[in-house]
């Protein structure tokens, strides 16, 4: 049910609806930061879809695991890769994922559970096998590989390619520019490069001045396959 701020008297009661937490939490927790304040449509797009299951648009917020999930695809797993995620309408040509989903729907799903950035996060990514789910970081998906070994060439894995050394992610939120997220602008969600419009970026920061980025095509789906991406909160947060 959406929740709506002309509801008034008894048919308003924080105890048996957790939804009106949940926006009063993100209230709390933005409070004064211009970049993460909610859109002005929030209340219309959250919706109690279950007990402590909310969705921000097609964005699914799970309170009692913190986890925030949301549907992708497999754009690129062949050649120079500065993404792990970026939106439909962002820089497709050098990511890994796509998804239709807007950035602001993510911002908004993790400060509803009380995420202040900077803060870290665990990124997964799901598919289906033979009726069954496979789930891994996507830290696991991707590789580097010194940019001498593979400058001229497409397929950039190399005898020379090594296992991603950052596991993790610095979720920043987003800037606000004329009244919108610049990551609704750019479309940049997950970046693997310094990028102030991204909403995450990897931790530590791969080196691209002496390393490139690629996917470890066998380790995941071809492209095209529809996936789930999870962002998981590795701690607590006190709003």
């Not at 900077?118 to 990124?123: K, L, R």
């Amino acid at each position: 049910m959406a929740a709506s701020g002309r509801e008034t008297g008894s048919r308003v009661n924080c105890n048996r609806h957790p939804i009106w937490l949940l926006l009063a939490t993100l209230v709390c927790v933005v409070g004064g930061l211009s970049a993460d304040k909610p859109s002005v449509d929030l209340k219309e797009r959250v919706k109690q879809v279950g007990p402590k299951m909310y969705r921000v648009g097609d964005v699914t917020v799970d309170a009692n695991l913190r986890v925030v999930a949301f549907p992708a695809k497999i754009n690129q797993i062949v050649g120079l890769i500065e993404y792990a995620l970026v939106t439909e309408t962002g820089k497709v040509h050098e990511s890994f994922l796509s998804t239709k989903v807007r950035p602001s729907d993510i911002h908004a799903a993790l400060l509803l559970l009380g995420v202040k950035p900077p803060s870290g996060v665990s990124v997964e990514v799901g598919w289906k096998v033979g009726g069954k789910w496979v789930r891994k970081p996507i830290a696991d998906c991707v590789g580097q590989y010194p940019l001498e070994a593979a400058s001229e060439r497409d397929d950039k894995v190399t005898a020379q390619s090594f296992d991603l050394k950052s596991r993790d992610w610095k979720w920043t939120g987003s800037r606000r520019r004329n009244g919108s997220l610049t990551a609704d602008e750019s479309g940049s969600i997950l970046s693997l490069q310094p990028d102030i419009d991204a909403l995450a970026l990897v931790e530590p920061m791969v080196d691209n001045g002496r390393f490139g980025t690629h996917v470890w095509p066998k380790r995941v789906p071809k492209t095209g396959q529809m996936v789930q991406v999870f962002f998981i909160m590795r701690k607590a947060s006190k709003p």
